[in-house]
């Protein structure tokens, strides 16, 4: 189930307020952290964090699942496995997101945000569908995208990836920066 996640955010606040949990600090990367910063609009299906969630967050998170009709695990670090292709500065100059009683996110930097999310646009299926409309509402400059665009062809060298799975990764790659301008 998809959902604005202001909302959801501001109702597990609450839950975790009443249960005395605390879950402050997380790396919110995707769909989630898009909506707060650029596409208000935006709808998603889960919060990708990059922190590990302790396992009482992680228990409440279930339980609040159940309780508002999300999958339970709405709440995820599916996307540790980014750790083969993280930018450099990953890390550092860290963006507010969200700020609760009993939760705080925050999000990567917004060149970070951007290079991940045109990585995603070309190297999946739904990439041009869901990641592309993500990177425009960012309203990159020219030398956002040429920084991007070289980080991301720079981490398609790093990976072994077969010449095929290449070629396509490139052509995607050139006609989202010809969109971007």
């Known amino acids: 189930m998809e959902f604005h996640p202001i909302e959801v955010l501001r109702r597990f606040d609450e839950l975790l307020q009443s249960k005395g949990l605390e879950f402050k600090d997380g790396v919110v990367i995707g769909g989630t952290a898009i909506s707060l910063l650029y596409r208000h609009e935006r709808f998603t299906q889960d919060v990708?964090?990059?922190?590990?969630?302790?396992?009482?967050?992680?228990?409440?998170?279930?339980?609040?699942?159940?309780?508002?009709?999300?999958?339970?695990?709405?709440?995820?670090?599916?996307?540790?496995?980014?750790?083969?292709?993280?930018?450099?500065?990953?890390?550092?100059?860290?963006?507010p997101l969200f700020e609760g009683v009993s939760l705080s996110l925050y999000s990567v930097s917004r060149i970070n945000l951007l290079r991940i999310k045109l990585f995603a646009a070309c190297d999946r299926a739904e990439g041009m569908a869901i990641d592309l409309p993500d990177v425009k509402s960012m309203n990159p400059t020219r030398v956002e995208v040429g920084d991007a665009t070289q980080w991301v062809r720079g981490e398609l060298s790093r990976q072994r990836r077969s010449m095929r799975e290449n070629q396509q990764f490139l052509q995607i790659l050139d006609a989202i920066e010809k969109l971007l301008g």
């Not at 969630?53 to 309780?67: C, H, M, Q, T």
């Open 48 to 95: 990708d964090l990059l922190t590990p969630i302790p396992p009482l967050v992680k228990a409440a998170s279930r339980e609040f699942a159940a309780k508002e009709g999300l999958a339970e695990d709405w709440l995820n670090n599916r996307v540790v496995n980014l750790d083969n292709c993280k930018p450099m500065g990953w890390g550092k100059d860290l963006v």
